[in-house]
């Protein structure tokens, strides 16, 4: 973490500065502390990589680390059967989406719980072991804003996940929805844009494994009871171990509106690719409208220039949608837009980290300007990405 970024609106925070410096301490040993066991882990699981991809791996390397067959032993098998009876047999009534890697249902356990079945498409290449690798990984996620994984099943070629079931759906079907919008007031939106905030920092620097996303997206973010958000659709993102927060891969997964532009252009993609989709989400949260197929009377710029050019003109306060005007707190309105501003910027560097987002959202303290920020439309994506293969990441088959 850059503490240069961090000091400029720390220091104009007085009231808040001794707690900050605190926390911000109180992270930083950790951080190195956890980077040091990290580095020791990735260290040891690069040189394995080298050696040998592929099966194996998942059984050989558990000595290297501290999991624990045990781990996996803890989150509980779901036989095919229950999964079937659950889902009135992968009844087409029961489907409620389409995920990463193959159809999701509902359905509802014996014991009446109701829960959000994954079922890996027969299309997706991915091999048992590597499932059971992803199982694994995302067995030890545990956050308030990660939808939470409650079993599995394998079964032959039936490879399954079972979610805990979110009742409000996702983000998106209330968001971009005319009469639905109505019920996500101001203290929602923030609450959301929190909470995701929350969850992602989690995703790169809190869990014992940094992850990457890949694919942040209103559709992607469900809502529970309470409107809080959960990420989901995170397991079969890329886990880094370690040093390496940017690599290159020639599968580019994601989504048009949300995807970065080295990620896009050059399949290049680090935590700062998570930070630029989170910043969109940001501004489409305010705005009411989506960042792909965005349009203007005035000007043919996408949801992000406009939001540059009201920014610059001191009317960011237009970009919040019409619906909010009795609810909103219009300083969090402005701090949220200046945010999503800095987290969309065309250069990496110029992007915060998820912490200092967190801490941006929750201080009072003067923002760094913002640049112009990346504004290219869906037309503008680029047919070929880099051909780059890297030597020691796991590929994840994840076409869509
Ligand atoms: C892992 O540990 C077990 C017992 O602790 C040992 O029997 C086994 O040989 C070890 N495997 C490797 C690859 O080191
Ligand atoms: C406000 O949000 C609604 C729902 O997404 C959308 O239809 C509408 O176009 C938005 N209003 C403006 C002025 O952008
Ligand atoms: C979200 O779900 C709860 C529980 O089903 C429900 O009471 C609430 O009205 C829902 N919220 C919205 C905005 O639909
Ligand atoms: C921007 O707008 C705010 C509130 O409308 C005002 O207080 C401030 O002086 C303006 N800043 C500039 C540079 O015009």
Same mark, same amino acid.
């Given at each position: ?12 925070? #007085? ?24 580095? #020791? ?67 509802? @356990? ?9 079922? @890996?498409?027969?299309?997706? %290449? ?8 992803? !199982? ?13 994984? $409650?079993?599995?099943?394998? =079964? ?35 609450? $959301?844009? =929190? ?17 990457? %996303? ?6 992607? $973010? ?21 040093? *390496? ?28 690719? *998570? ?20 349009? =203007?009377? *005035? %000007? ?23 619906? @909010?005007?009795?609810?909103? !707190? ?15 910027? =065309? ?10 987002? !967190? ?6 303290? !003067? ?27 796991? #590929? ?5």
């Amino acid at each position: 973490m850059a503490a240069s970024e961090l000091a400029g609106f720390l220091n104009s925070s #007085t009231n808040k500065k001794k707690g900050a410096l605190t926390i911000i301490l109180s992270i930083s040993s950790g951080m190195l502390l956890l980077s040091a066991v990290v580095y #020791t882990c990735a260290t040891k699981k690069k040189r394995h990589h080298m050696k040998k991809r592929g099966n194996r791996e998942y059984d050989s390397e558990k000595n290297s680390t501290d999991f624990s067959t045990e781990d996996l032993d803890e989150l509980p098998f779901f036989s095919l059967n229950s999964i079937a009876k659950a889902t009135n047999g992968f009844s087409i009534n029961n489907k409620i989406g389409e995920g990463g890697f193959g159809p999701v249902y509902k359905g509802v @356990l014996e014991d009446r719980q109701e829960v959000a079945v994954k079922r @890996l498409s027969k299309t997706s %290449h991915q091999g048992v072991d590597e499932f059971k690798n992803e !199982v694994f990984y995302i067995a030890k996620l545990q956050h308030r804003n990660l939808v939470k994984l $409650i079993g599995y099943c394998i =079964h032959g070629n039936e490879m399954i996940l079972i979610y805990e079931y979110m009742v409000n759906g996702s983000l998106d079907s209330f968001l971009f929805d005319e009469t639905r919008s109505s019920m996500l007031d101001w203290p929602h939106r923030f609450g $959301i844009i =929190h909470g995701m905030a929350r969850g992602i920092l989690y995703l790169h620097q809190d869990s014992r494994l940094q992850i990457i %996303h890949r694919d942040l997206k209103a559709g992607n $973010i469900l809502l529970d009871e309470d409107m809080n958000p959960k990420i989901s659709d995170f397991g079969l993102a890329r886990k880094f171990v370690g040093f *390496d927060t940017s690599a290159k891969t020639k599968k580019v997964v994601g989504t048009y509106g949300y995807i970065s532009p080295e990620y896009a252009m050059h399949g290049r993609f680090s935590t700062k690719s *998570d930070v630029f989709s989170f910043g969109v989400l940001v501004l489409e949260i305010v705005s009411g409208r989506k960042n792909q197929g965005f349009s =203007h009377k *005035d %000007h043919s710029d996408n949801l992000l220039g406009h939001t540059w050019r009201l920014f610059k003109e001191n009317k960011s306060i237009e970009l919040m949608n019409a619906s @909010l005007r009795d609810s909103c !707190v219009m300083s969090e309105v402005l701090r949220s837009i200046h945010v999503g501003l800095l987290c969309v910027q =065309h250069n990496v560097e110029d992007r915060p980290t998820m912490l200092s987002v !967190v801490l941006m959202l929750i201080s009072e303290g !003067v923002l760094p300007q913002p640049k112009q920020p990346a504004f290219f439309t869906g037309e503008s994506y680029p047919e070929h990405y880099g051909k780059s293969s890297d030597e020691y990441m796991i #590929t994840l088959p994840y076409a869509r």
